[in-house]
């Protein structure tokens, strides 16, 4: 009978072992630390802190090649994560100022915006010292990629638009207004909808890629970041002045409730194993950590000094 409590037991701890190691992550850049904190989803613990260049903002990760990205503003850089041995394998050097940062689904192209240059660079993952790079508009955020590759959106901050740039040629197709200083945006998971958040109209920029009809929403005071949930119905967008998190309903475009985070909430993202929405607060060195059932504050999680995670900062290691 011990014995069999024994293997019971082992096997238990072993399964729990496995579930924790093949858990969500999410790499959360610190700011005013020069660091990135990583985070266990399926416990909420730190499992590594992980020094790279200075201030870093951009996050991109790729299950596919085990790596994060990190843009490291003033270094000017590119940090390599192995996401396996958490340790920084590789630097690449810009010319400029890097901030939002993508990866194409095939994870064989880099996507950086030069903050500085007005322009996005394209970096080859496989041989980063081949390079294309693309002039758009001024001060180019954030950048994220359609779900087949064909086309990459960045929102020009200092321009107020969206540019629309074909990736195989990298002409600019279409230029798509919004409100003032458009910074972070997002795809909604089905790639029907283009969102925009729009720093100085405290507001949310929803464009239907089809027609191109845009709805504008208003959210919190001084926006930043936007995710949206899996299903496609809800957006949360970061109100940075506010503390808060504003839940706009997508089918009937209106925000129906406010949840209050940490301080200066910045960089969002929706875990969809977990069910749960992790944003990361600037001002409190935390990431705050939201039920989407209910859409409750749940909890908070100690990271690194001012937390930023501007991009996709979840890395996926569970099928969904």
């Known amino acids: 009978m011990k014995h069999n409590i024994r293997t019971l037991s082992s096997f238990l701890l072993l399964l729990t072992l496995s579930f924790l190691a093949c858990a969500d992550e999410a790499y959360i850049t610190n700011q005013g630390e020069n660091t990135v904190s990583v985070i266990n989803l399926a416990n909420h613990s730190i499992i590594a802190t992980i020094a790279v260049g200075k201030a870093p903002v951009g996050v991109a990760t790729s299950q596919n090649l085990g790596k994060a990205y990190i843009s490291n503003v003033d270094s000017?850089?590119?940090?390599?994560i192995d996401t396996n041995t958490y340790t920084v394998v590789d630097t690449i050097d810009i010319s400029g100022s890097p901030v939002g940062i993508a990866l194409s689904p095939d994870s064989k192209s880099l996507y950086v915006a030069d903050w500085n240059d007005n322009r996005v660079l394209v970096i080859d993952t496989a041989d980063t010292s081949q390079r294309r790079e693309v002039s758009i508009g001024k001060a180019p955020a954030g950048i994220v990629i359609s779900p087949d590759g064909s086309k990459l959106y960045v929102a020009n901050r200092d321009s107020n638009d969206?540019?629309?740039?074909?990736?195989?040629?990298?002409?600019?197709?279409q230029r798509v207004a919004t409100g003032e200083h458009p910074f972070g945006i997002t795809l909604s998971p089905d790639g029907k909808q283009l969102?925009?958040?729009?720093?100085?109209?405290?507001?949310?920029?929803?464009?239907?890629?089809?027609?191109?009809?845009?709805?504008?929403i208003a959210v919190g005071e001084h926006p930043y970041c936007v995710t949206v949930s899996p299903d496609n119905r809800y957006a949360y967008v970061?109100?940075?002045?506010?503390?808060?998190?504003?839940?706009?309903?997508?089918?009937?475009?209106k925000e129906v409730t406010k949840i209050r985070v940490g301080g200066f909430p910045e960089g969002i993202n929706y875990d969809a194993a977990s069910n749960k929405i992790y944003v990361a607060n600037w001002f409190d060195n935390s990431v705050s950590v939201i039920d989407a059932s209910s859409h409750k504050h749940v909890?908070?999680?100690?990271?690194?000094?001012?937390?930023r995670a501007f991009g996709q900062f979840i890395l996926n290691k569970t099928s969904h």
Do not use: E, M, R, W
Not at 299 to 307: A, L, V, W
């Open 76 to 80: 000017h850089s590119v940090s390599v």
């Open 162 to 173: 969206l540019a629309i740039i074909d990736t195989q040629t990298l002409k600019v197709l």
């Open 195 to 216: 969102l925009a958040v729009n720093v100085y109209s405290n507001s949310l920029s929803v464009i239907n890629l089809d027609t191109f009809d845009t709805h504008t």
């Open 238 to 253: 970061t109100n940075t002045q506010a503390d808060t998190v504003s839940v706009i309903d997508l089918t009937q475009h």
């Open 299 to 307: 909890q908070d999680i100690p990271t690194g000094k001012q937390s």
